[in-house]
């Protein structure tokens, strides 16, 4: 009998989209489903992108260069700069969605069995690639009771071995929406400085930051710069998650050789996709303020609707879109599955993602979910109502 890999049987499903099928049968049997579990904006995608994905005048769909469009990291520059992060167009390799560079970043960076140290929880690719890397995921505890701030030094000191070659942090946070202070930005570079370390820094969200506090980049930390390694994406701060164009920004130059081999065997980047990217960097500073205040004024009302039902508790993200949200339930995953395959409410339900899956050890995170504020605030109202029954009549069985 043919047998796969050990390295697919290892690989993780992703929470985020595993109960896909039951809510699939649960639209093909009628029923509403609010989306809170996937991180899809029901924004518009800007004018310009879109006028540019229209007027492609093209007659050859050919290959891009490996790196990327030269125009592209080009006018990428011009929007770093703006976030005060100094950069050339060859610091910055084009990928296929910000997936595609942590995926490269593993690769040429860790060998297998070497350690990289990443938060717990955090998002669940991070985990999955570790394992097509051959990598060892180390995990530092946050906690849903302190607000998943980072925990003392001392904690990252504990899980650094011989073996330990990185850490990887996401700031603004997927999945807690946690943001972290220049003071927190400043030990962990001088761990990195310490021991030598890469530090991956997945910063897809910069745009959506909900405290005065300034934006501290990786790309900021003195003393570190070969050691950084940026992880980037348009998918969000431009609502176009299907045109799947990320980057891989370092100035580590051996780094950067190594990344192109593996862009080299996959070929190319998106051609269309680049084109929509080029062209949303030229966004109006207007639409970026709307969605801004959009997805505050859908944080603050998702996070008054929840914390007034009977045991659901959520901190207060300060960045990104999305929560982590503890449940009086005794099993999450089940609840969320029950929600699709067996409950609705007026013709509604509800998909989340289960909180589990986000956590490294096995049985962490059972009582909790991670949700989305992607929906309009109409939408989120009807959704925290049929969370709310759902509860009530999980429970009550």
Known sequence: MLEIS?????????????????????????????HLNIGQPDIKTPDCALEAARNVDRDILEYSPSQGYASLRTKL?????????????????????????????????????????????SYANYMAFAISAGAVVKSVKTRIEDGFKLPPVEEFEKQ????TKAILICNPNNPTGYLYTKKEMMQI?????????????????????????????????????????????????????GIRIGALITKN?????????????????????????????????????????????????????????????SPTPMGAFYTMVQLPVDDAEKFCQWCLTDFQYEGQTIMMAPGSGFYTEPGEGKDQVRMAYVL???????????????LEAYNAQ
Not at 6 to 13: D, L
């Open 376 to 390: 309009n605030k109409e939408d989120l109202g009807k959704a925290m109502i049929v969370l709310q029954k759902a």
């Open 253 to 313: 130059k051996k780094v950067r050789e190594a990344v192109m081999k593996f862009c080299q065997a996959r070929l190319s980047p998106p051609l269309f996709g680049q084109v929509i990217a080029e062209a949303s960097i030229s966004t109006p500073q207007e639409y970026m303020d709307q969605v801004y205040d959009e997805y505050l004024e859908r944080r603050n009302f998702l996070l008054n609707e929840l914390n007034k039902i009977p045991g659901v508790y």
């Open 77 to 121: 520059v011009g929007y770093y700069a703006e976030y005060g992060i100094d950069l050339a167009p060859g610091d910055i390799i084009i990928t296929t969605g910000g997936s595609e560079a942590v995926q490269f970043a593993y690769m040429a960076c860790l060998n297998p069995g070497d350690e990289i140290i990443v938060t717990d929880p």
């Open 160 to 163: 650094i071995t011989p073996k």
């Open 189 to 241: 570079r001088d761990i990195v400085k310490k021991h030598n370390l890469y530090l991956f820094s997945d910063e897809v969200y910069r745009e959506f930051i909900y405290t005065k506090a300034p934006y501290v980049s990786a790309c900021h930390l003195e003393g570190i710069e070969e050691n950084v390694i940026l992880i980037d994406s348009v998918s969000k701060r431009y609502s176009e998650c």
């Open 6 to 34: 050990e390295r697919a049987n290892n690989m993780p499903s992703s929470p985020i989209r595993k109960l896909a099928k039951y809510a699939d049968t649960a639209k093909r049997n009628g029923i509403h489903v609010y």
